[in-house]
């Protein structure tokens, strides 16, 4: 019989109406009380662990080392299969890829959420969860990472993102696909990374920002968050990596100060790369020492600078550097 332990944080998955307002109250279910409401696979012996009760946007980064524990913990133990992480959607991306650099285990680790409450009509909960049973008992995702499933698809957790706000097809992969599906109780996985990486966290997770370009911005969010003593900074430009012009000064004095600085783009698919030279493009941020960011969003790419300055990795400038690995 496998075994598969199910870690529950809160969310929509584990939500209800609040009697008062009638609007969602996230997270207030536990997990014991969730998974009677499922339709557990036959054959699967399933250990509920409820890690945390929260909305996701609620989550800190303390309570996702706790998690890291919960699964290194779970996943030593020999009658363990793999582990569900059940979570709220709105930074299940984040999550997914965090546990991704920071656990080195075999066995399939997979994370899911709802976009409807239990209770509601037409409710994605419990067959999300069911999906997710079913893929951590799947040998075709050993030594593949973090994976996401939702709406009956598979997903790696380095390119998955939250495509819609509601709609049940809440998660895709941009320009790389599902790694499979589940379809009448079978998983089936068509393909698999072909590198995992990962990183020994050995101090405390530093403080990294986000800064999103717009046409003739200025400087002073950049300024600002090299004032507040950040150790990095990801900076979101357009296109192949771009920033405004009126960015540079400050984007200089970062690096000067020591912050390491990452450009990525907001565009969906393909990647920073230094193809035009003049003032504020790529080449001319990389001149300047800003670390490129290939086709890492910039949420992504924020959780990787954190967990490699937090590893003291001996070559930051090229952790997203693919052939470096």
Do not use: W
Request: a negative charge; aromatic letters at 8%; glycine letters at 8%.
């Amino acid at each position: 019989m496998k075994k598969v332990v199910v870690l529950t944080t809160g969310g929509t998955i584990a939500s209800k109406k609040n009697s008062d307002s009638g609007l969602l109250e996230s997270g207030v279910i536990t997990g014991d009380e969730l998974m009677e409401l499922c339709d557990i696979p036959h054959g699967i012996d399933i250990e509920v662990d409820s890690v945390l009760q929260k909305a996701s946007m609620h989550i800190t980064y303390t309570d996702l080392l706790l998690l890291k524990q919960k699964i290194d913990l779970h996943l030593t133990k020999p009658e363990v299969d793999g582990i569900v992480v059940t979570h709220g959607t709105d930074t299940l991306e984040e999550t997914s890829y965090f546990l991704n650099l920071v656990t080195n285990h075999s066995k399939p680790i997979v994370v899911t959420g709802s976009q409807r409450s239990p209770d509601e009509i037409g409710t994605d909960s419990f067959v999300n969860i069911k999906h997710s049973i079913l893929t951590a008992c799947s040998s075709d995702l050993y030594d593949v990472g973090v994976v996401v499933v939702f709406n009956e698809r598979i997903f790696h957790s380095k390119y998955v993102k939250k495509e819609h706000a509601s709609n049940l097809q809440g998660f895709n992969s941009f320009g790389f696909g599902y790694l499979g599906i589940i379809d009448n109780g079978y998983v089936h996985v068509h393909q698999k990374p072909i590198k995992n990486e990962y990183f020994h966290l050995k101090k405390d997770l530093p403080e990294v920002d986000i800064i999103k370009c717009y046409m003739d911005a200025d400087d002073k969010y950049i300024r600002t968050a090299r004032e507040s003593d950040i150790k990095g900074l990801i900076i979101e430009g357009v296109g192949r990596g771009q920033v405004p012009p009126n960015l540079m000064k400050e984007i200089k004095r970062c690096v000067e100060k020591g912050i390491k600085v990452v450009i990525t783009t907001s565009a969906e698919e393909g990647e920073v790369y230094t193809t035009y030279d003049y003032l504020g493009s790529a080449y001319d941020l990389y001149k300047n020492g800003v670390i490129l960011g290939r086709d890492y969003d910039s949420k992504k790419a924020r959780i990787k600078l954190m967990v490699g300055l937090a590893s003291e990795y001996p070559n930051i400038e090229r952790i997203y550097d693919p052939s470096y690995f």
